[in-house]
């Protein structure tokens, strides 16, 4: 019996108006139909914005983007519910809206309170190099002035920071920020560095901080952030979870697999074979109370907690 599914990060809002597939059927990773193996099913949609486009555009193809996943039959005919809030009981499949790469708000701060206003509930604020926002991972550079606005103002809002990209200075920022507010930070799709050493994966430091601050992190399913040698299977996340779970991760670990972002695991390829990944904890007697709280639990409760009806 496979559990329920919820999943914190993909990018298949932009590859579905990129390539003008529709979200129940196509040839991505994730997809309604490959998703119906899950008895209930929520899918964050990370709105990201290719770097070939400037900020100003960028904010343009983000509504474009977002209005095109909102024409799609699966929203329109009603079987994928887009929330902004959470009750007790999730529908059967579920879209929650996510922006990956704030550099879009391109100096204006109006921009977040417009993004909350068009269903925004997780802030990924950067994504790469130095943008208005501050540094990315791959930079030693923090926030910018306009960068800690735009977090104040998330945090004012409730929309949840995740520092899933971010540079370890602007990572510490957002956590010193969250702190003043009481608030929680996530991190959506990141792994292990103690694991697989990227300047995308979290170091112990940081994953103890995002505990301390009742925050969860997603497990990302790209293979270069998972391990650094050829032919990754599913077998390679377990290391990952094992090192969460030894920094007492058990309530605070999910999924943020990062399809249609990435090149994803031989075994792993769609977002129905998620169930591969919960044969092999379960084959490692790893408790199905656990293995749940992994697929769907710990996301589901933090979600309730933070997004309210
Ligand atoms: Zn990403």
Redesign the pocket.
Same mark, same amino acid.
């Given at each position: 019996m496979p559990f329920p599914l919820i999943d914190l990060?993909c %990018?298949t809002a932009t590859e579905l108006f990129r390539t003008k597939q529709s979200l129940t059927e196509n040839r991505l990773a994730v997809s309604l139909r490959g998703a119906s193996v899950f008895p209930s099913y929520l899918q964050v949609m990370?709105f990201?914005t290719a770097p070939e486009l400037s900020d100003e555009d960028g904010w343009e193809r983000f509504l474009s983007v977002r209005a095109d996943l909102l024409r799609d039959p699966a929203v329109t005919e009603g079987r994928a519910k887009c929330l902004t809030a959470l009750g007790e009981e999730l529908p059967l499949v579920s879209l929650l809206f996510s922006i990956?790469d704030a550099r879009i708000f391109a100096g204006r701060i109006e921009r977040v309170e417009e993004a909350y206003a068009l269903g925004i509930r997780i802030l990924?604020p950067l994504?790469s190099g130095v943008t208005c926002i501050g540094g990315s991972h791959n930079t030693a550079e923090g926030l910018t002035d306009f960068g800690k606005s735009v977090i104040r103002k998330a945090l004012e809002l409730g929309m949840i920071p995740d520092i899933?990209?971010a540079s370890v200075r602007s990572a510490d920022e957002i956590f010193a920020m969250a702190e003043e507010s009481n608030l929680p930070v996530i991190a959506s799709?990141s792994n292990a560095a103690a694991v697989c050493p990227v300047s995308r994966n979290l170091d112990d430091r940081q994953i103890e901080k995002i505990l301390s601050s009742g925050g969860i992190i997603g497990l990302n399913l790209y293979v270069k952030f998972l391990a650094q040698k050829n032919n990754v299977t599913s077998k390679d996340v377990i290391p990952h979870i094992e090192h969460f779970l030894s920094l007492g991760a058990s309530d605070a670990l999910c999924l943020g697999c %990062?399809m249609d972002?990435a090149e994803l695991p031989n075994d792993l390829q769609t977002v129905g074979e998620l169930q591969i990944l919960a044969e092999q904890l379960l084959s490692r007697n790893y408790p199905e109370t656990l293995v749940r709280k992994i697929f769907y639990e710990n996301a589901k409760s933090f979600l309730r907690r933070n997004l309210p009806l």
């Open positions: 990060h %990018d990370a990201f990956e990924t994504w899933s990209h799709h %990062d972002g």
